[in-house]
Each structure stands twice: as C-alpha cells, then as structure tokens.
C-alpha cells in the first residue's frame, strides 16, 4: 500500500483484531528496559538526545503572556554554561498564548505545539473543537495535540471518535497532528492498544499518552504498547508515526529507559525528535544536572539551574 | 499487505556503551581443592583439572579431581556427620542452619553472580537476577520446612534417607546446587554433592559459605570431578539416594546402574519443549515468551521452549516479530550488564550446536541467524531459528540445548497438541492463547511436567519442577520436592 | 475339570476355560499355549492360557488406546465404576471363594481374602474424587502468577502383581493404578492365576472401558522382561521379591525411564495395605503456571 492510499483511505480497522496485551509480560518486558545499563559515551548522547525530544510545556489555567515568554527562553538557552547543548524541540500552550510563542521563538527552528479539541477533556462538540484546531493553526501552531472523545471510546462509538480525529487532521492542514489517548482514562492496555490503532489510521502524525491532568500519566508500559501498535501499522503500511509520553516523566533516568525502549521496539529511524518526544516541564532540568555531572564528575544542585 | 522494505533497521545509530560489572571484588583462587569433612582437602588422586572461562578461553583456576578414594572418604564423612549431628539434630536447628546458607548467599550475591558467569559464560544480568537470587530463596524456603515436615504427608510418618549423592549439570551451577542440597538438608540427609567438570566454582563457593554458616562436619561435601567421579557417587555403596539432574543420555545409564541397588533416585532429564502460539494470543507477549523461551541462558536449559508452532494465520506476524526482536540481543561478554546472550558453556558443546546447525541445513531446513558481531575469542553461538522444518527433522526431534530454535505452523487445536506431545521428552511445555478455556484444555493436555500458559521459564522454590516419560522421574522445588530426600512409612 | 467325587453325581458339570483379557474381550493367547495349573494333590485343575509376548503387545495396544479417553472420564465417573466393579463382586462372592479353594487356599483365607477384595475396590472407589485434594498444591510464587500442582495419570502402567495373593494382591495393585486414570497391563499370579480371569469377567460387567485394564496369564520368567522394557509402557508396578528379577526390571525399565515401583514383602490382607499412596505412585505432578493481570 502506497504511501498516498493511506492517506486517502483512511478506513476504522476491526478492531477486533488487534493483537491482545498481557500486562504482566509487558511489565516483564519493562523490566528488560529498565535493566539496561547506560554508561559512559551512550549515556552522554542518551542525554542530549532526550533534550532535543523534549516539548517543554505549560498547560496551566494561571499561565500568561509572561510566563509563556519565560519557556520560550528556556526552549532556547537550557544552559549556556555548557558549550552546545541542543535546544528543546517545542514548546507546548494553550491556543490562546500560540501567537506569544510565535513571537518569542521567532527565527527559532523551534516547534509550537497547541493543545486544542477542549483540552484536557475533550468535552465540547466538534464544531468547536475544530474551531479550536484552526485558531491554534492560524496563530502559527506547528503541531497540535488534540484529546480523543474518551468518553465515546469507553461507550464502545469507535466511529465517532475515528471520524472526530480524522475531521481535526483535515483542519491541522500543514500541521502535524498528535493524539492523546489519555490512557489514565482507557483503564487497559488492551484498550490503549485499540486506541492506539484507531488514531493511527484516522490519520496521527503522533500518538500521545497524556495530557498531564490524569494520573496515571505516562507510564512505560502504556508507551511500549504504543509504539508496538505503531510498529504494526508500520509493518502494515510503511508509515512512521511518532511517539510522545507526557506526564510523569521527570527524571533523566527514566527518560533513557524510555530511550531504550524506543530503540529496541522501532529501531533507530525513530531516535530524533521528528518521531519521538516527551511531554515534560522539569525533565530538562535533571537531564541538565546530569550533563553537567557527566562532565565534571561533581554531583549538581537544583539550586543552579534556571527552573524556566 | 506486509513489504519486506517495511523493514525495522536495530543497527547503527545509538549504541551501549560497554558497561561490564566490576570483578575488583572478585576473589578466584588459584586452585580449589575438595571439600570433603568440613575441610578443603587435597585429592587422593593428586590430580587436577582446568577450569576455564569460555568467554575468553583462559583458565580461572584449577580444581581438585575426586577419584574413588576421595568419594568414598566424602560419602564416609556424610555417613558420620549423617548418624552424628545430623540426624539426631532437633529440626528446627537444622532449619536455621539453612537460613543461614540463604542469607550468606544474598549477601554474597554479587560475587555469586560475577562468578557464575565468569566461570559458566552466563549473561551477568541472569546470573545477578535469576540464579543467585533464586538459589538463595531455594534455600530460604527449604529451610522453614526442616521442622514441618511431618504436615507435608498426611497419614505418613517421614524419614531421612541417609546419604543423598547429588550430580548437577554446568548449566545453573548454583542454582541446581541449591535445588540439590536445600531440600536434602531439610530432610535430614547429608550430601556428597558433584559439580559439572566445566562449572565448578560456585560451588566452591557454596563450600565457602557452608563452612561460614557453622555446618556441622560432613554434613555437606563437595567432589569435583568429571563424569568418572559421578559414577563413583552412583556406585558407592555407603549412598542411600542419588539425584541426578542432567541429559537423558547419561540419566539411563544412572538408572541402569542403579539396577538392584537399593538406592532411590530421582532424575531430572533432558527436553524439547512445545511452545504453541494461537492466533488470538497476546502476541507480542508471546514474541518475548518465545525468545525467552529458546534464548534464556544460550538455550542451555532443559526445559527450553525449543520447538515452536505457531498458528498459521499468524505465523508470518510473529515470524517477523520475532526476527525484529533478536536483532536487539546483544551478544557477547557476559560480564557486560547489558549482555543477552553470553558464552556457550564450553568448546564441546558449542561443536554439538554447530553440528545440529549443519544437520538442520543439509535437512533442508531454512536457517536464519541474528546480524550481531561476535567476540574474536570465546565460544559464541548467534540466536538461530530453524524455518521449513517438519516433525521428522532431526532439529526438531533432539535435544540441542543451544540457542537453536525449530519454528512449525499448525492449523486446529488437536493438531497442535498432537505434535507437542510426538515426542519422548515431557518435561515442559508453552501455551499462549487469551482464551481461558482452551488454556486449560491445552494445558491438560501437554503431558509434561511443567505447562507455563501465556508465559515461560519461570521457576520459584514453590514450585514443583520435573518430568514426563524420558525427562525424568521425580519432583524438585515445592512441597512435592520433599518426597525425594524422606522414606515415607505408615 | 471338576474333582472325580463329582464326576459320579447326576449332573456333569461344565468346565470352565480360562482366558486373557485384553480389549475388553476373551481371546485364547495368540500363541496357542498353554501351562497346567495343579491342585496341590496333583490334579489338573485348569489349562490356563500362557500369554506371550505378542499377547503383552497387544494389551499395550489397548491400554494406550484407552488411556486419554479413561483419564479424561471424570472423578465421580471412576469412583462410580470402581464402585460397580465391587458391587459385582460382591454379587459372586462364592464363585471366588470357590476357585481360590480350588487353587488350595482354606475356606476361611478364602472368604477373608474376597471380603477384602471387596472392600478394597470400595475403598479405592472413595479415593477417586478424593486423592487430587489431598496432593494437590497452590504455589505461592514470587512472581504475579498463579501456579498449582495437580497429579495426572503417568499413563500405561504393566503391573507383576503378587504371586502369592491371586485376587486380592492383583486387586490391590490394579485398583490404585486406575483410579488414577492410567490404564494397565497386568501379569496375574503364576500359581494362582485363575482368580484374575474370573476378576476381569466381573471388570466385562462393570462398566469398565474395555483396554483400561487387561489382564494376561502366564510364566513370570518368560514375560516379565517385555512388561519391564516395552517402550510405550510409562510405569513398571513389580511386586516379586527377587533380586534378580528386580535388577533386571530396572536395567530394562531405564531404555525410556519408565517409574519402577517395586511392591514386595506387603501382607495384602493388613489394612495398613491400603493407602492412597499406591494411588500416588503412578501419577506425575504437573504443574501450571499463568500470569496475574489485565
């Protein structure tokens, strides 16, 4: 199958046929992750690859004009101190501060990413919600994150949320489109595993775990399960989607297993920020620490990083 | 549907660093003698034999070669420490002894760990995360039923049998010591127990720490040796029980050799595990239960899943996968955390796998084989699967114990079930389906041992482990695994 | 062949021929032979069939057939059948009180030895649904599984049953080893074989599938080797106490590790002669692990 029939026939699969999922053998594999030993020079390129993955992100009722243009500074100095550091690969804001973005990150290769469809719930009809995705598109959003309709997902109305992504892919235009799943709400992983392949073939640039609001958020579990359903539809079609965990993911450690588990489930075409992102507001901080760690053999303190 | 220029790329791009786990801690001495009485003791024969590190072919040390003198002065000490303390030892004691072994081993563990796989060639995460922790519990379980024993068989008074000689295979060294001996001493026997020619230390080790836990003299001796002084253990008059875990192969001659003796004994024995994939499995699960079955521990595993049937409406799906997934093994130094696959135990067994590599091919079979580099030194053996093979191939129907795998499609139930039981071997078997009726009628009607459903290779103290027809006779772990070291009596 | 003293009454008496049992039917062994049973005065009392090899193949045969389908009968369903065997032994009490005096055994031994056989048969037909509790096990592992232990039938069992107990020693071995779920071949007692011919007759009428239990007459030292190295066989149940016998047995049982449980020097009249043990014997545990989860 052509890359371009894919495109145009966007089908709701049976997805009675998607492969069921064990938890305790994905919690066994997760554990294989996990005892995988970073050292040395892999640990070095782990780290500033999980830096130039990261969408640092505000997703707050209380945010600002000011606090937006704060994060875009960030985005761009991470920590001067040290020589040749990457930059982050997107900021992550509500629609209505997507034009602040814009502006602070001007000239930038910088992505904006916008939460739209009533972000975090998702609760709203869909003439508004694709009214949302364009505002966000129009004020210069690079990427949007959209919420699927979990509630009609859970119903069992896998139509009605195929077709809802598939109208909001129509609206991104040019803009990549990535789905949250909200997987804290989908309560299985043989559910996210449906999801996850109802969004793929609905038309997803990305599949995103979360929106940060639930908990659980991202776990390495419910992200090994979708990039297993992206490597199928891969398998499938021969087109790559991308990955992006949100929500929990705080520690550089942890970020490298999820690194680990990238490499050893998609292989290396996904390790760039083009397929694969965190979602995260303080990961970057403790990736930083350990940089600067790498560096000097010095154990750091928070106290010596910029928060934003 | 499926192209093959849809094609996954594992190599290039971001690599592990080489993260080996430390051995500054490590203590290998030069020469081990036997342990024979509660002292290292120098072997009547005065002779020694090399034992070597097979992921570098250098000698880690040499160790003492028991002759029939020197079993017999092990099996004489067991006799005394058995009529002795032992015996006559209020149980509860010899319980606490046997914490005592469990918890000196976790202390111990990463030396145990770093051992095992120096000396065996066994990945260190294995050794770290299965072995040495296992070996511990195995203990540590056996040892809370030393004073319980009389609740294991209702209506049945328990007995000791006396002096158990115990012969172990080189594939979890210290694993098997323990599933050997823990039971045995809880029981109230004594032991002369054997270690594998080409795995001995760790078991010189378990020495070490018996003698530090304050055994009492000959409760527990240790001859090393070859198969010469295995079949003076079996031989000895003085030995009330023999446990033998090892192939099928030698496990006959033990059971002939014991032939009007009146020895029990207890056979833990070769296999050519069934692992049978349905359609509705879990699939990727499955994938991870198949490389863990066949790959585990170089293959070297009795109970391995080597012999595969997938459904065929998704056989070409987890053949894939399956591909996909042993490019991302890593093989090579097992002292590397990150390591998968480590050494093949020893030079003789990895000419046994080549030669099982070269029938499979001139069978006719299709052979494919990871794309991983090798070390230059060593013996080393890429994870293999066999395609295009049928019941009546050779890889199909023996016993390879290497990381070989026999991939055949099977269309109903019945069929399945009818070719993983075509077969001598009966110790395990692997089911995946996410149907809950048919994992029970599926795993009722294996007939082996040991049936793991929607998972594989797992083993815990708990839990009975042992065979079917030529697999074996008898149990190990679990209450079922006391039968073998009492005398049961009205 | 019925005593002289009788041959002067009115009515001749019917002899009985003495035949195997394999499958479920009659048959004169294949090899046409035949040895004489003698009372111990020296009269003939039977031609009984003297089973060969090819006999022994064929009851295998059968026991294998028969193996899953009696394995897979339900435990109340066993205990049921065992149950009717004994009821129809019961029923002819005094036919086997009869041919065991016929075989020289006192009218007291003989009457006790039926009685026993009996209640033996009832007391394994308890154990039939009983037994798996008792040995069973849940595993308490470590890991987020479920795991248990249960006993399964080892599946073809040749039994040498005693010599010197011709009903209730065969009963003895025999009712332990299919209540189980295996199926068997037996070698009846050389000097008192004419009770197992009797004994399968009422098994005929028991509901008894045929092949789950076949029973053959013959010479110990002539067939014992096949019951011992026969290669579909899973379980030797050997009750002789002769050295010799026993090595050779074992030497023989270890071409495809077949269980040897060796019975001797065992008063089958005692009480402490049955246990659920026997039944133990010829089981293998097989245990069952699954994950725990969603």
């Not at chain 2, 992921?55 to 880690?60: F, G, K, P, S």
């Not at chain 2, 006799?79 to 918890?103: L, Q």
């Not at chain 3, 899973?234 to 049982?253: P, S």
């Amino acid at each position: 199958m052509s890359l371009a029939a894919v495109d145009t026939q966007r089908k709701l699969p049976d997805l009675d046929r998607v492969p069921r999922v064990d938890e305790v053998g994905v919690n066994e594999r997760v554990a294989r992750f996990q005892s995988r030993s970073i050292k040395k020079a892999s640990k070095v390129e782990a780290l500033r690859m999980v830096l130039s993955m990261i969408d640092l992100t505000t997703l707050e009722g209380q945010d600002t004009p000011g606090k937006v243009r704060q994060l875009c500074q960030k985005a761009m100095h991470l920590h001067d101190s040290v020589q040749g550091l990457p930059h982050v690969a997107a900021v992550c804001v509500y629609p209505t501060m997507v034009s602040v973005a814009r502006k602070a990150l001007e000239g930038r290769d910088i992505h904006i990413a916008s939460v739209a469809t009533a972000f975090p719930s998702g609760q709203a009809p869909l003439n508004v919600k694709l009214e949302d995705t364009r505002m966000a598109v129009d004020q210069g959003a690079d990427e949007i994150d959209m919420v699927i309709s979990r509630g009609a997902f859970l119903a069992g109305d896998y139509a009605f949320v195929f077709d809802e992504i598939a109208a909001i892919k129509e609206a991104c235009g040019d803009a990549h489109l990535k789905v949250i799943l909200e997987t804290g709400e989908l309560g299985t992983l043989d559910r996210v595993r449906r999801a996850s392949v109802l969004a793929l073939h609905a038309g997803a640039d990305f599949i995103k775990t979360s929106t940060g609001k639930i908990q659980p958020a991202a776990t390495m579990q419910v992200t090994l399960v979708m990039l297993q359903a992206i490597r199928d539809y891969f398998y499938d079609t021969g087109r790559m989607a991308g990955m992006k965990p949100a929500g929990g993911i705080s520690s550089a450690k942890l970020a490298i297993h999820y690194l680990v588990m990238l490499r050893e489930t998609l292989g290396n075409a996904w390790m760039t920020p083009e397929w694969f992102r965190f979602g995260a507001s303080s990961l970057a901080n403790d990736v930083l620490m350990q940089i600067v760690k790498q560096e000097t053999g010095v154990y750091q303190s928070a106290d010596y990083f910029s928060k934003d | 549907m499926a192209t093959p220029e849809n094609k996954l790329a594992f190599d290039g791009g971001w690599e592990y660093s080489p993260a080996p786990e430390s051995t500054d801690h490590i203590k290998v001495e030069k020469k081990y003698e036997l342990f024979i009485g509660g002292d290292f003791v120098k072997p009547e024969s005065g002779k020694y034999f090399n034992t070597i590190n097979p992921a570098t072919e250098e000698r880690l040390s040499r160790v003492a070669l028991a002759n029939d003198a020197d079993v017999d002065k092990a099996v004489k000490a067991a006799r005394k420490a058995y009529r002795g303390p032992w015996s006559r030892m209020k149980p509860a004691d010899r319980g606490k002894y046997i914490y005592r072994i469990a918890r000196i081993i976790q202390e111990r563990a990463r030396e145990f760990a770093a051992i095992e796989s120096l000396d065996g060639g066994k990945p260190i995460r294995e050794a770290r995360d299965v072995d040495v922790p296992l070996a511990s519990a195995h203990f540590f379980y056996y040892a809370g039923w030393a004073d319980k024993l009389e609740y294991a068989f209702p209506g049945r008074k328990v007995r000791p049998m006396g002096v158990a000689g115990q012969i172990i295979p080189w594939n979890f060294p210290l694993l098997m010591a323990a599933w050997k001996v823990a039971p045995a001493l809880a029981c109230g026997n004594t032991v002369v127990l054997k270690p594998a020619e080409t795995t001995p230390l760790t078991a010189m080790k378990l020495a070490e720490v018996i003698a530090d836990a304050g055994l009492p003299e000959g409760v527990v001796n240790i001859v090393t040796g070859a198969g010469d002084t295995g079949s003076s253990i079996v031989s000895h008059p003085g030995v009330d029980k023999i446990a033998f875990t090892g192939s099928t192969e030698v496990g006959r001659i033990i059971q002939r050799a014991l032939a009007g003796s009146k020895k029990k004994y207890t056979l833990e024995l070769g296999g050519k595990a069934a692992n049978i994939i349905f359609a509705d499995a879990a699939i990727d699960e499955a994938v991870e239960g198949i490389v863990n079955g066949i790959f585990f521990n170089q293959g070297h595993v009795c109970c391995a899943g080597s012999r595969l049937f997938v459904q065929e409406s998704v056989a070409e799906q987890v053949i894939r996968k399956l591909k996909d997934r042993m490019e991302t093994l890593i093989v090579g130094d097992p002292l590397d955390k990150n390591t998968d696959i480590g050494a093949i135990n020893s030079k003789a067994q990895l000419e046994t796998i080549q030669s099982y590599l070269d029938i499979g091919k001139q069978e006719g079979a299709d052979i494919y084989q990871s794309a991983c580099a090798l070390p230059d030194k060593g013996y080393w053996c890429r994870p293999t699967l066999f395609t295009g093979v049928s019941q009546s191939n050779r890889v199909v129907q023996e016993e390879i114990f290497g990381p070989v795998l026999a991939i055949q499609t099977f269309r109903t139930f019945d069929e399945a079930i009818s070719k993983a039981n075509n077969t001598p071997y009966g110790l395990s078997g692997g089911v995946w389906t996410d149907k809950g009726a048919k994992i029970f009628r599926m795993t009722q009607s294996v007939r082996a041992g040991v049936v793991w459903a929607n998972t594989f290779n797992k083993f815990d103290p708990t839990s009975p482990f042992g065979g079917y027809k030529e697999s074996g006779i008898g149990r190990e772990g679990g209450l079922h695994g006391l039968d073998a070291y009492l005398r049961l009596e009205a | 062949m019925a005593a002289k003293a009788e041959r002067s009454k009115e009515r001749v008496a019917v002899a009985k021929t003495y035949k195997i049992y394999i499958d479920g039917k009659f048959p004169r062994t294949e090899s046409g032979r035949y040895f004489t049973l003698e009372d111990p005065k020296g009269n003939v009392i039977a031609n009984v069939c003297r089973g060969s090899r090819k006999d022994f193949r064929n009851a295998t045969v059968a026991a294998r057939k028969a193996q899953p389908g009696w394995a897979g009968a339900s435990a109340y369903l066993r205990g049921q059948i065992l149950y009717r065997i004994a009821e129809m032994l019961e029923g002819r009490r005094e036919q086997f009180i009869a041919e065991l005096k016929l075989q020289g055994v006192t009218q007291r031994a003989a009457q006790k030895e039926v009685n026993a056989s009996i209640d033996r048969l009832i007391y394994f037909a308890g154990w039939a649904d009983k037994y798996q509790q008792v040995f069973s096990a849940v595993n308490p592992v470590a890991s987020s599984h479920f795991n248990f232990s249960v006993l399964e039938p080892t599946g073809v069992v040749s039994i040498i049953a005693p010599d010197d107990s011709g009903l209730l020693g065969l009963i003895s071995n025999v009712a332990p080893t299919i209540v189980g779920g295996n199926t068997c071949v037996v070698l009846a007692s050389e000097s008192m074989p004419l009770s197992a011919v009797s004994f399968a007759e009422v098994l005929h009428a028991s509901d008894v599938p045929a092949g789950v239990v076949n029973i053959l007459t013959g010479l110990r030292s002539e067939l014992t080797e096949h019951f011992a190295s026969h290669m579909d066989v899973n379980a030797i149940v050997f009750c002789d106490g002769a050295r010799k016998t026993a090595r050779t047995v074992q030497e023989l049982a270890s071409d495809n590790i077949k269980h040897v449980v060796a019975r001797t020097d065992i008063d089958w009249n005692r009480d402490s002669a049955q246990h659920p043990y026997l039944i133990r014997d010829t089981q293998e545990v097989k245990t069952t692990w699954h994950p725990i989860g969603s």
